[in-house]
Nanobody
Framework: VQLQASGGGLVQAGDSLRLSCAAS????????MGWFRRAPGKEREFVAV????????YYTDSVKGRFTISRDNAKNTVYLQMNSLEPEDTAVYYC????????????????WGQGTQVTVSS
């Protein structure tokens, strides 16, 4: 199984980025997909999750209204659209796959991508 995250970069506060995570080696349409992030000196935290059908979605409070998670099962890809970025969003972002319906904690995820760096300058 491979999860390949991409789309990170260096942006200014208020800018947007779209992260992508391409999956292979698993039946993508049967997995819940999540995004997590780890900021410098902090623990990994949950960002967003989308179930296999795209019907059930959750976000951590700090990104609600700014981030949007989506998926394209035909392309085996999950996305994270990030708008109105803030310096506090600076982190390495990871995508992950879970068999649980709406997993918001890392322990429920079976597969992880390598991460993509997002840096937001003020």
């Amino acid at each position: 199984v491979q999860l390949q995250a991409s789309g990170g970069g260096l942006v200014q506060a208020g800018d947007s980025l779209r992260l992508s995570c391409a999956a292979s080696g698993l039946t993508f349409s049967t997995y819940t997909m999540g995004w997590f992030r780890r900021a410098p000196g902090k623990e990994r935290e949950f960002v967003a999750v989308i179930n296999w059908s795209g019907v059930t979605i959750y976000y951590t409070d700090s990104v609600k209204g700014r981030f949007t998670i989506s998926r394209d099962n035909a392309k085996n890809t999950v996305y994270l659209q990030m708008n109105s970025l803030e310096p506090e969003d600076t982190a390495v972002y990871y995508c992950a796959a879970s068999k649980f319906q709406t997993a918001t904690t890392a322990q429920y995820y079976d597969y992880w991508g390598q991460g993509t760096q997002v840096t937001v300058s003020s």
